[in-house]
């Protein structure tokens, strides 16, 4: 019969387990996105981290953490950027339509010219 501080050592032992993985995999992520590194470089950071996991990510942290921000950054607004072009054609709306909307609506008197700037304006942006 097992007790509390063995349920409680397995809690334990298993959350570090899984985040020991998300390191991991986090790291080799941020490995392959690197199109600076060479192939060969890259393959000798996978061969230590399969050999000696917890200190080469911690040497990976210490002189890459920096690159690893800026990288991450960058995905995150490429696949923002992706994210926003896929909606836009998705709803069927795009620059030249709005704008075209917009023209419309002033050479029917329905909005001021200043109005139509600013609707051009926000369809370019």
């Given amino acids: 019969m097992s007790s509390v501080w063995d349920?409680?050592?397995?809690?334990?032992?298993?959350f570090c387990f899984v985040a020991y993985?998300?390191?991991m995999f986090y790291l080799l992520t941020d490995l392959f996105r690197d199109?600076?590194?060479?192939?060969?470089?890259?393959?000798?950071?996978?061969?230590?981290?399969?050999?000696?996991?917890?200190?080469?990510?911690?040497?990976?942290l210490i002189f890459r953490g920096s690159g690893?921000?800026?990288?991450t950054a960058e995905a995150q607004q490429?696949?923002?950027?992706?994210?926003?072009?896929?909606?836009?054609?998705?709803?069927?709306?795009?620059?030249?339509?709005q704008i075209a909307d917009g023209k419309k609506l002033?050479?029917?008197g329905a909005i001021t010219e200043a109005e139509f700037q600013q609707l051009k304006a926000k369809a370019l942006s």
Avoid at 87 to 94: S, V
Wanted: glycine fraction near 4%.
């Fill in 35 to 60: 199109r600076a590194t060479s192939g060969w470089v890259k393959a000798v950071w996978v061969v230590c981290l399969i050999l000696f996991p917890l200190l080469t990510g911690l040497v990976y």
């Fill in 106 to 108: 002033l050479d029917a």
């Fill in 7 to 14: 349920v409680l050592w397995v809690i334990i032992v298993s």
């Fill in 21 to 23: 993985l998300m390191l």
């Fill in 68 to 71: 690893m921000a800026e990288r």
């Fill in 78 to 97: 490429q696949a923002r950027t992706e994210a926003n072009d896929y909606i836009r054609q998705a709803a069927g709306t795009n620059s030249a339509a």
